[in-house]
């Protein structure tokens, strides 16, 4: 049994996989049988190419895993429509078309099989390719929105700091102009008694001579 490795699965070892499988499908041999085949061309165990298969690959080749077993049950019927050994190419070429809207056109079934599987992993493998840039894409936009989205909270730490010091600023000011308000009009209040003080104890008015003199 060869050891796991353990790197990743590549592009094509999924490939790999996905066509053997299908291979044996449409074939009608069982999917450990195209575990083991898989296992023995990639590295890897029967089981690791199984659990890949299952988890991961199967569910991206729903169209093709229909065609391949469209394609079995018709070679089961040619087989039991020909017991006497009658060529099975001869027979599927007489077929007009296949699952998927593939046209024999005198093709054995195998090779119309093999060229539609191809087709499909060709056209599978660009939109990987596509989607892996666009993937690629996104995580550019994702990084530049995270720099974008630091800087701002940075700014927003900056400002909310300077508004608490400005908030602060207020404050003293505030409370240093009412402080001051009570001190001017503590001082009004003692101008106010000190002159009515003094007017109560004199009086003073000017004599022919241009001199003071106090009135009692």
């Known amino acids: 049994m060869t050891a796991i490795r353990q790197d990743a ?3 094509e070892d999924d490939l790999i996989l996905a066509e053997v499988t299908l291979r044996h499908i449409r074939e009608g041999g069982t999917q450990l049988a195209a575990f083991e085949e898989v296992g023995q061309k990639i590295g890897r165990t029967s089981a ?6 299952n988890s991961c690959v ?5 169209e093709a895993i229909s065609i391949a077993k469209a394609q079995r049950q018709k070679r089961s019927y040619i087989r039991k429509q020909n017991p006497v050994g009658v060529s099975q190419v001869a027979a599927f070429a007489s077929l007009d078309t296949v699952e998927g809207g593939y046209r024999t056109d005198g093709a054995s079934e195998d090779t119309l099989s093999i060229d539609a599987v191809i087709r499909f992993l060709r056209q599978w493998k660009g939109s990987v390719q596509e989607t892996n840039r666009q993937i690629k894409m996104l995580e550019k936009d994702l990084r530049e929105k995270e720099e974008e989205l630091n800087q ?13 010091d400005v908030q602060t600023d207020y404050r003293v000011v505030n409370d240093d102009y009412k402080a001051l308000i009570q001190i001017m009009d503590r001082a009004r209040r003692l101008a106010l008694i000190t002159e009515d003080e003094e007017e109560l ?11 003071l003199e106090r009135i009692e």
Not at 48 to 53: L, Q, S
Not at 201 to 211: H, Q, T, W
């Open 201 to 211: 104890k004199s009086r003073f008015k000017m004599d022919a001579n241009g001199n």
């Open 152 to 164: 701002l909270r940075s700014i927003n730490d900056r400002l909310s700091k300077e508004v608490n």
């Open 58 to 62: 199967r569910k991206r080749y729903d």
């Open 9 to 11: 699965w590549s592009v």
């Open 48 to 53: 690791a190419c199984g659990f890949r298969w």
